[in-house]
T-cell receptor
Framework: KAGVTQTPRYLIKTRGQQVTLSCSPISGHRSVSWYQQTPGQGLQFLFE???????NKGNFPGRFSGRQFSNSRSEMNVSTLELGDSALYLCASSPLAGVRGNEQFFGPGTRLTVL | AQKVTQAQTEISVVEKEDVTLDCVYE???????LFWYKQPPSGELVFLIRRNSFDEQNEISGRYSWNFQKSTSSFNFTITASQVVDSAVYFCALQGAQKLVFGQGTRLTINP
């Protein structure tokens, strides 16, 4: 079974631009979660999608948004980029959502650099 | 609120030494899950173990072992006879009612 894939792997943008990151979950997995990893803040939960619906959201400004398609693929968008948005963005998939202890399988991440 | 503390930011040991990574958590939930993940330089988080709050049994998997003590809210991870391939950042995580909360991570370097 193929793992979680994320595209692109690396991205360089300038302040004020917007960016869209893509995540394809493991086949059969319907839940996709997004995390931001920075040296200062560590790993922080962004949001979770299941069956095209956002189920849970972390404490991030409205510039961060996401969606999930009927094939479970997910995209996250960051508008009006700021220098502080530079981070590794990780996507994780799991078979179900809202199930405590559900193991999440992570992708390799997209490293976003904002100049 | 949920919180995970990994007090050791960086650990460096020589190959074949045993090393323990500490994890202390805070939660008001009575049912919760604890995890350990490994993040090698490639960036992908690799699942190592999951333990629920009702199961305090320690677990051993090869050179890896985990000690869960509810009384001290700790879930420590020990690598026995460490190897260079164990070099990575290790994250402890807690999931209560909702989202998964990670500790800050411990960067482990195993020197040959």
């Amino acid at each position: 079974k193929a793992g979680v894939t994320q595209t692109p792997r690396y991205l360089i943008k300038t302040r004020g631009q917007q960016v869209t990151l893509s995540c394809s979950p493991i086949s059969g997995h319907r839940s996709v979660s997004w995390y931001q990893q920075t040296p200062g803040q560590g790993l922080q939960f962004l949001f979770e999608y299941f069956s095209e619906t956002q189920r849970n959201k972390g404490n991030f400004p409205g510039r961060f948004s996401g969606r999930q398609f009927s094939n479970s693929r997910s995209e996250m968008n960051v508008s009006t980029l700021e220098l502080g948005d530079s981070a590794l963005y990780l996507c994780a998939s799991s078979p179900l959502a809202g199930v405590r202890g559900n193991e999440q399988f992570f992708g390799p991440g997209t490293r976003l650099t904002v100049l | 609120a949920q919180k995970v503390t990994q007090a050791q930011t960086e650990i460096s040991v020589v190959e074949k030494e045993d090393v323990t990574l500490d994890c202390v958590y805070e939660t008001r939930d009575t049912t919760y899950y604890l995890f350990w993940y490994k993040q090698p330089p490639s960036g992908e988080l690799v699942f190592l173990i999951r333990r629920n709050s009702f199961d305090e049994q320690n677990e051993i998997s090869g050179r890896y072992s985990w000690n869960f003590q509810k009384s001290t809210s700790s879930f420590n991870f020990t690598i026995t006879a460490s190897q260079v391939v164990d070099s990575a950042v290790y994250f402890c995580a807690l999931q209560g009612a909702q989202k998964l909360v990670f500790g800050q991570g411990t960067r482990l370097t195993i020197n040959p």
